[in-house]
């Protein structure tokens, strides 16, 4: 199967799409927002038209407010892989999230589902005291705590919700052998582009989203009672909005902080996979890649 990675706005969907009906397969998404239901616009979910020329998988599989992570998503990879293969047809890997490839293709270290009971009071408690709650981590999970900074009040209450529910440090679990669920043969390919090319192609795409109703999709998120504190929101795109609707923020400087927010993610994404010796990289635009991957593919 292909895995196809690299950085936002670079044309993956476009190219997985290409990609499936050339090779008749189907695509597995593999993006840490798309999971989410009733965040279309803002996470660039494929549109209609997309999913319809070829079947896509793992998209929208819970709310915003519902646990998910990367364990959840290479259990769920592992199903929907599975299920193509056995339909004789060929699994594509899309997405520029590098740590649910890495969980559904090299494994991971299990990790318990927190009840939502027991991350909401975590939370309160960081709320009302933020020291005193990176204080407790320090305390149970040393290791842990000395590689979280004392504000990153999102990972420190993981790992205190992990302790909690099996009095087994983060740091124990992290330290297991990656559990390992298939043996599948993958080729990776990444699409390199210009590092200029890539942020105007991103303010582009800021642009359409706007003007798609992005800030609608944002109004109807928060009628429906999520809100910036969830981690699924709590990103570029969607916390910026939040801030337009508070009246913190007018039209114009919401879209330049999402510009700049994704240009900061997509310089993430490049370092991450850039140090992944498995991809073979190809530095050409969404609609000649799909060619040059299948070229590859024919004398290798």
Known sequence: MLALVGPTASGKT?????????????????????????????TAKPTREERALAKHHILDVVDPDEDYSAGHYASDASTAIDSVLERNRVPI???????????????????PRTPKTVRERLLDEAK????????????????????????????????LEVFELTGTPLSVFHAQPAKRRMTWRVEWFGLGMDRALLYRRIEERVDRMIAAGLVDEVRELKRRGYGPGLNA???????????????????????????????????????????ERRVTWVNAGPNDAPDAILKHLDTH
């Open 233 to 275: 929101l709590n990103t570029f795109g969607y916390r910026e909005v939040f801030s337009y609707l508070d009246g913190e923020l007018d039209l114009a400087g919401t879209a330049a902080q999402i510009k700049t927010g994704t240009r900061r993610y997509a310089k993430r994404q490049l370092t991450w996979f850039r140090k």
């Open 128 to 159: 009302g005291d933020p020291a005193g709650i990176y204080h407790r981590l320090r305390e149970v999970d040393p290791a842990t705590a000395g590689r979280l900074h004392a504000n990153d009040t999102k990972r420190i209450v993981r790992a």
């Open 14 to 42: 476009r190219v997985g799409v290409a990609l499936a009906r050339a090779l008749g397969g189907e695509v597995v998404s593999a993006d840490a927002r798309q999971v989410y239901r009733y965040m279309d616009i803002g």
């Open 93 to 111: 890997l899309v997405g520029g999230s590098g740590l649910y490839l890495k969980a559904a293709l090299d494994g991971f270290s299990p990790l």
